[in-house]
Structure formats: structure tokens, C-alpha cells
């Protein structure tokens, strides 16, 4: 149950609404799209959860024009609901009225998971009257359930004396409102923990759950990052000197106030007096009392410039929405885009030399992968994630330099956990905010046990990756950045057989040169030569924009990216192309890759810009060498015209991350869809069995280097479709190994053939986890859904 101090929240907690759900709009207060703005504006005014409660009550009540509104709240713990706030029944009730999970109406409607509506209450079998509550005189009842993530949290309640059913609109208006309500009850959840911890630190030890993972346990310090100019996700940060913070905010507001008055003389000639009008008032603004001073009272108080600015910026514009006068409302849209700006100026001012601690545990809304990339590796521990999923390039990276990582931890509130010590738990994909002392000390024990699983499987190092009864893959690793390379050489690896060229763009504040790139991939090869090193051309777009080469879509995995870029820039890509050939003049190990080709058509263009590097560079006396060619497979097209472009090719690699992407109509960064992401799904494997049957049959090649190759189920399969070489990030390469070597081929044919004919996903997953457990692998090797 919840403490009535929960939700002590400074900022809003529900999403802006943004467009009409109802098509009736006419009462006379004014829409109810209006109605339902100002009550989520009420809200997020409020300073706990039970305060949100009552005025949600009173305020539906009078919407509906209803005789009878209350919230219950699911206690799972005990099986209750619990009824917290009510306007009509007795007040003595609220805290005291509890019903059994599935009892009465309440219950009725959280069982079934949908509105239960009716028109006279009493009558209904499911009714069961309760007299402290003095409900008898109401026959109308609707029942709406509080649901977050398939879970229940409660159930939004509302009854009238007139025997009829609530229209489609009153209950349109309460299932979106219960949508809302949802949100504030998880919020309200986790604060209430953070007060608790902030009160007593012995006091308990909260842990919130994400949906993905890059495997590993971390312990360390919160450093909260997030993107420039997004005031509503700074974060609140102690400072020892508020006079010098104090002093860098006031240079902020002369700043704007300058370039305010330069851009009203600028515009003096092209807009009117009337227009010009939003500079004077943006001028007065910044000369206002409430604004400035409000700001510097909370640096004084102890927070930071930014974090000061925006509780600041959020009081005013929250007021000004909550007014009547339509005029007035529009003017919080005026005082957040000035907010804005002066986070800019703060932010341009901030040096860029963070401090990250030596435990450093990464946190942000969506980190991105210049933000990993800033952070010492060696002192990077783990990375949370508000949004992303395991299979996000930032998430590919994580696990390639074998740090542990949460996504898609939804309910996170970054701003209330900088400098927290936090515990990253990949292997179960929960995150826990200051573990108690005796917590603590069990994650240093995992952590530790975990290092020796490690260094107990390096004698494999320099053994094949060979099963008992004689069948050999290659192993090689994913990598982007020297240390891997310098790793990979180390570490037993036949090769690399994915090099992400675009991660040396994304250090860079500009498209690097033909010479910068020829000196990185002449050193690449250098240190892995007589190895293979496999150069993938740029692919950048989805999830990898670059920071100096934005792009805006409202769709980009279906949009520009990846060879669609290469083709359409080709100064870039003949660039590119020219560096990479005249590193492999020097080293011979050189294989070039090219990502998400969907057509012959598009790859016959990067065979002939290909081509015409060559040309030149003989022109200019270079002697350049012809390296081997690939294709990526991860578009559902390639797999159906494999037969076509292997014959235009040296060898395949199968991207198993996009293709699963693309089979199952998944975006593998969206949280909210993520658990239906899984290479294990039926149709996933026989299309990649499919592409290696006729990429063999081609006499080429094939390898796997998506997250499949380290995941020891999903290896397992693939080893036994036959596949010619797995690449894989380093953190998981002995364990591949260790399982090749310890099982033999023919059965793994043999559960090969038994998983195939199943359709369930979790079925194929939980065989080959059952498979594993038979040879004593299941335990290390083990990588839940």
C-alpha cells in the first residue's frame, strides 16, 4: 500500500494529450477533451498521491455530473482492492472498505480487464453491497481498471441513483483517464521509495525492472546525462559554490537578453511591431522577479543552474495553463521556449569535461552513443536505460565492451538518482537504487564469481572451436573501437568478422577524411593481420544517427540508413570505399561488407562505385588488390533474392538483429513491444536456415554476427544449421567455445530437427535451454527471455 506522503513529485508525470478522443465534446464546462487537460494539469499541482486521489474524484464527479466517484487500489501483497478516495460515499470508508481480488462489481472489472457498465447495480450477481460505505441508493455503475503493462494497479469507479447505463463518451472519458491515473500510481510508487532512502538509507533498498539487457553485474556511482535542451529531463545536482553557479546563470539571462534585443533590431525591417512584440515579451520575462529569482532561490538552496531553471520554468508554465483566458494558457508555451533557450546557454557554457567517477554507472532517458563513447572505458561499469531495448546499437556496444545493462526501465526517474550508488543486474534485468549493506556485499560476491567463471574458461583460449565428433566453426568478434581489436588479437579470435566502421564517425564532430580513415583501417588490419578483418561500410540511420548528420523520420528503420545513405551520398561512400582499399593494398587481410541491401539493383551500384574507387586509385598508382566482397542479410528481401546477389559475392553475413526486426514488424527500441522480440521466433529460423542452405549451395561462405551468434541457444541452433562462422562481441566468446567443444554435432542436428517443427517461440527457447541443462551448460550459459 501506498503512504499517504507518496508522490512528491516536482514536475508533470503524464504525457501531454494532444488530440480529441471524444466525438461528443459539448458539456458546460467545455470539452471534455478540456475538462480531462485541466484535471491532468490539477494533478501534476498536487503534492501527494493521496491529495491527486481526492481532487480525481471530485473533479470526474463533477465532469460527469455524477452522484458517486472513487478510486480503489490493487494491494497485490494481501489481494485486495482498497478503496483511497472518494466523493459520495462516506469518508469514513476511504483506508477501510477493502474487497478480495474478483469480489463485486470493483473487482468484477480489474478481473476481467475492461469497463464493466451497467445500469442497475444491485441487480447484477457480481454486486455485493457494503454498508460502511452507505452505497445503497446508487443503481449505475461503471467500473473502469488502472492498468500499466498488463498489471492492475486499480480501479477508477463511478455510480449515480438514476438507473442507466454511462454513455460511450463518459466512458471513453474515464478509460483515458485511468490511462493517466496509471502512470501517476507508478510514479507515486517509486518516489515514495526515493523519499524513504533519502530519510533513512538503512530503510530499504528499491529495484525497478527493465526489458532487456546486455548480461553482467555492475555496482557503482549514477551519472545521469541527457540531451541538450530537453528541460523536462535535467536532472537535480548538489553544487558546493551556488555563488559561482548563481553568477553562471545571470550571464545566461544577459546573454539571451542581448541576443533578444539583436534579434528585434534584425527583424525591425521584415516583421511587424505586432510580431516583434514576442521578443519584447520574452524581454520581460527574463526581467521578471518570479523567473530569475525564483531560479536563483533554488541554486542557493543547493541545486544546480539547469536543474534550478527547469522546477523554476515548469511552476510558471503550470500556472499559466491552469488559467481560463485562452490567451493566457498560450503564454506557458512562451515561458517554456525560454526556458529552452537558456538551457542552451547553460549547456554551451558547461565544460565538456565531465567528471565521471571511476564506477561510473551511466543513466539517462535514452543514451546515446556519443554519451557511452565519452565515458572512460575504464571506468564505465554499466549503462540504465529509460528507453532502448537489448538489441539498440547502444546495447550492441554495451555488450561489446562487456558492460552490464538495463533498458527499458520506463518507471526510472533520472532526476532524483544522480550520484546514487546503483546496482546493474543484466542476468535477471533489474536495476537496484542503494542496495543495503548486506545487498551490497552479495553483488560484490556475484561480481566477483562472475570474474572467475571468466577466467577459468581462458585455457580455451587457443584451442578450435571444435565439437567432439570433429565439426569446426570459426569464431570471430564484433568490434568498432581499438581496444576490442587489441583484445580480439589476445583472445583466440580467427578474425573479426564485423568491424563497425561508423563508431570512429560517431567520436568525431565531422565526416573523417580519406587519410584519417586509411590510417584507422591500415592500423585495424595491422594488429589482427594474418587474421581476417571483415570492414563494414557505413550504417548509420535507425538508431544511429550521427550528431553532425541528423535525420529526422518519423519511421527510420523503414527510412534512410545504412547502403540507402552510401548510395545517395556517393562522395562519402567513394571516400570511405578509397581509404578502406588502400589500407588492404598494405594488408591483404581485407574483406569489405556491405549493410541492408534489399536488391540486386542496389547492389550492383556499390559494385560499381566499388569498381570505380579501384580505378582510380591504379590511376594514381596505387596498387591496389580486389578484397572479398560481402552482403549483409537483414531485410526479408534479401533472404527471398539470396539466390541472385551470393552470385554476385564472396561470402554472406547474416544480420540477426535487423532481419529478426524486419520478419516480426518489431521495432527493437520500443520498450513496449520488446518482449515479442526473439531471434528463437519459428519463422526468424527458417529463414536464416534457408539462407544457409542456399548460400552453401552457391559454394560461399556464411556467418551470423548479429546477438544470435552470442547467445548460446540461439548458437547452438546455428551451428547446427551449418553455418561456416559465428562473430560475436568478446564478452561471450569462450562461452560459445565452451559450448561447441561440449557438444556433439550430430545432436545438435538432432534438436535442430525436433525444434523446427515447434511454433511457439518460448517452446524453441525452453528445448534448447532444456538441452543445455542435460550437458551441464544450462547454469553459465544460460540467457533468459
Known amino acids: 500500500m501506498l503512504a499517504p506522503s507518496a508522490y512528491a513529485a516536482p514536475a508533470p508525470v503524464f504525457p501531454a494529450l494532444s488530440a480529441p478522443f471524444l466525438s461528443s465534446p459539448s458539456t458546460e464546462a467545455g470539452s471534455m477533451l478540456d475538462i480531462l487537460r485541466r484535471i491532468v494539469q490539477d494533478i501534476n499541482a498536487t503534492r501527494d498521491l493521496n491529495e491527486a486521489l481526492n481532487l480525481i474524484v471530485a473533479e470526474v464527479k463533477a465532469a460527469l455530473h455524477t452522484d458517486v466517484c472513487s478510486v480503489y487500489i490493487t494491494d497485490p501483497v494481501r489481494g485486495e482492492h482498497v478503496l483511497m478516495a472518494t466523493d459520495g460515499l462516506r469518508p469514513s470508508a476511504v483506508g477501510k472498505v477493502r474487497l478480495k481480488l474478483g469480489q463485486g462489481l470493483t473487482g468484477l472489472a480489474a478481473g476481467r480487464v475492461e469497463p464493466i457498465n451497467v445500469e442497475n447495480a444491485p441487480a447484477h450477481p457480481a454486486f455485493r453491497y457494503i454498508a460502511a460505505t452507505g452505497e445503497a441508493p446508487f443503481h449505475g455503475f461503471i467500473g473502469v481498471p488502472i492498468l500499466r503493462r498488463r498489471k492492475v494497479l486499480g480501479v477508477l469507479v463511478a455510480q449515480q441513483?438514476?438507473?442507466?447505463?454511462?454513455?460511450?463518451?463518459?466512458?471513453?472519458?474515464?478509460?483515458?483517464l485511468a490511462t493517466q491515473l496509471a502512470a501517476c500510481i507508478n510514479q507515486a510508487e517509486i518516489r515514495q521509495a526515493l523519499d524513504r532512502l533519502d530519510d533513512d538509507v538503512l530503510?530499504?533498498?528499491?529495484?525497478?525492472?527493465?526489458?532487456?539487457?546486455?548480461?553482467?553485474?555492475?555496482?557503482?556511482?549514477?551519472?545521469?546525462?541527457?540531451?541538450?535542451?530537453?528541460?523536462?529531463?535535467?536532472?537535480?545536482?548538489?553544487?558546493?559554490?551556488?555563488?559561482?553557479?548563481?553568477?553562471?546563470?545571470?550571464?545566461?539571462?544577459?546573454?539571451?537578453?542581448?541576443?533578444?534585443?539583436?534579434?528585434?533590431?534584425?527583424?525591425?525591417?521584415?516583421?511587424?511591431a505586432g510580431d516583434r512584440a514576442l521578443f519584447d515579451a520574452y524581454a520581460l520575462l527574463l526581467g521578471s522577479d518570479s523567473l530569475v529569482n525564483g531560479t536563483l532561490e533554488r541554486i542557493y538552496a543547493g541545486n544546480w543552474a539547469p536543474g534550478a531553471l527547469r522546477a523554476t520554468v515548469l511552476e510558471y508554465a503550470n500556472i499559466f495553463t491552469e488559467m481560463d483566458d485562452?490567451?493566457?494558457?498560450?503564454?506557458?508555451?512562451?515561458?517554456?521556449?525560454l526556458g529552452q533557450r537558456l538551457l542552451n546557454r547553460l549547456q554551451e557554457e558547461q565544460s565538456f569535461n565531465r567528471h565521471y567517477p571511476d564506477e561510473t554507472i551511466l543513466m539517462g532517458d535514452e543514451i546515446s552513443v556519443s554519451q557511452l563513447l565519452d565515458v572512460p572505458t575504464e571506468k564505465l561499469k554499466g549503462l540504465?536505460?529509460?528507453?532502448?531495448?537489448?538489441?539498440?546499437?547502444?546495447?550492441?556496444?554495451?555488450?561489446?565492451?562487456?558492460?552490464?545493462?538495463?533498458?527499458?526501465?520506463?518507471?526510472?526517474?533520472?532526476?532524483?538518482?544522480?550520484?546514487?550508488?546503483?546496482?546493474?543486474d543484466g542476468y535477471t534485468v533489474r536495476v537496484c537504487i542503494q542496495p543495503s549493506p548486506a545487498l551490497r556485499q552479495e553483488y560484490l560476491k556475484l561480481i566477483a564469481e562472475e570474474a572467475k567463471l571468466s577466467r577459468g574458461l581462458q585455457h580455451l583460449r587457443d584451442l578450435p572451436a571444435e565439437t567432439p565428433d570433429g565439426h569446426r566453426l570459426e569464431l570471430h568478434a564484433n568490434s568498432g573501437l581499438f581496444a576490442d581489436i587489441a583484445a580480439a588479437r589476445n583472445s583466440g579470435v580467427h578474425g573479426v568478422g564485423l568491424y563497425r566502421s561508423e563508431l570512429h564517425f560517431f567520436l568525431r564532430d565531422r565526416f573523417p577524411g580519406e587519410e584519417e580513415q586509411t590510417t584507422l583501417y591500415t592500423r585495424v588490419l595491422r594488429i589482427m593481420d594474418p587474421h581476417p578483418v571483415v570492414l563494414r561500410t557505413l550504417d548509420i540511420g535507425g538508431d544511429k544517427p550521427l550528431p553532425y548528420f541528423p535525420i529526422i523520420e518519423q519511421n527510420p528503420?523503414?527510412?534512410?540508413?545504412?547502403?540507402?545513405?552510401?548510395?545517395d551520398q556517393p562522395d562519402l561512400f567513394k571516400t570511405q570505399l578509397r581509404a578502406m582499399l588502400r589500407a588492404g593494398a598494405a594488408y591483404p587481410n581485407l574483406s569489405i561488407l556491405f549493410p541492408m541491401i534489399s536488391s540486386v539493383s542496389e547492389l550492383s551500384e556499390a559494385l560499381e562505385l566499388l569498381r570505380s574507387a579501384q580505378a582510380e586509385l591504379q590511376e594514381e598508382g596505387v596498387a591496389v588488390t580486389t578484397p572479398k566482397i560481402g552482403i549483409m542479410v537483414e531485410v526479408p528481401s534479401a533472404v527471398f533474392q539470396i539466390d541472385a546477389l551470393i552470385q554476385r559475392v564472396d561470402f554472406a553475413s547474416i544480420g540477426s538483429n535487423d532481419l529478426t526486426q524486419y520478419l516480426l514488424a518489431v521495432d527493437r527500441n520500443n520498450d513496449r513491444v520488446a518482449k515479442l522480440y526473439d531471434s528463437l521466433h519459428p519463422a526468424v529460423l527458417k529463414a536464416i536456415h534457408h539462407v544457409i542452405e542456399r548460400v552453401q549451395a552457391a559454394g560461399r561462405p556464411v556467418s551470423v554476427c548479429g546477438e544470435m551468434a552470442g547467445d548460446p541457444a540461439a548458437a547452438l541452433l546455428l551451428m547446427a544449421m551449418g553455418v561456416d562462422s559465428l562473430s560475436m562481441n568478446l564478452g561471450g566468446l569462450l562461452k560459445i567455445k565452451w559450448m561447441i567443444r561440449s557438444i556433439p554435432y550430430v545432436e545438435a542436428q538432432a534438436l535442430l530437427t525436433e525444434v523446427m517443427t515447434l511454433n511457439s517461440t518460448a517452446a524453441i527457447r525452453d528445448r534448447a535451454h532444456a538441452f543445455l541443462d542435460q550437458h551441464g551448460l544450462g547454469g553459465p550459459l544460460r540467457i533468459g527471455k
Not at 441513483?161 to 483515458?176: G, I
Not at 490567451?327 to 521556449?337: G, V
Not at 527510412?559 to 548510395?567: P, Q
Request: proline share 5%; charged share 25%.
Open 203 to 272: 530503510s530499504g533498498t528499491l529495484f525497478l525492472e527493465g526489458v532487456a539487457s546486455a548480461h553482467g553485474l555492475a555496482l557503482g556511482e549514477a551519472v545521469v546525462v541527457f540531451p541538450a535542451a530537453a528541460l523536462d529531463r535535467v536532472p537535480d545536482k548538489d553544487i558546493e559554490n551556488p555563488d559561482a553557479e548563481a553568477s553562471r546563470f545571470r550571464q545566461a539571462v544577459a546573454a539571451e537578453l542581448a541576443e533578444l534585443q539583436r534579434l528585434s533590431e534584425r527583424m525591425r525591417l521584415l516583421l511587424s
Open 384 to 424: 540504465v536505460s529509460v528507453r532502448g531495448t537489448g538489441a539498440s546499437h547502444v546495447a550492441l556496444l554495451a555488450r561489446g565492451l562487456g558492460i552490464p545493462a538495463v533498458f527499458g526501465v520506463s518507471n526510472l526517474p533520472p532526476g532524483r538518482l544522480n550520484g546514487r550508488e546503483v546496482a546493474v
Open 326 to 337: 485562452p490567451y493566457l494558457r498560450e503564454r506557458a508555451a512562451d515561458i517554456l521556449d
Open 161 to 176: 441513483r438514476e438507473q442507466r447505463k454511462y454513455t460511450a463518451d463518459e466512458e471513453s472519458f474515464l478509460v483515458t
Open 557 to 567: 528503420f523503414l527510412g534512410w540508413r545504412g547502403i540507402r545513405i552510401s548510395l
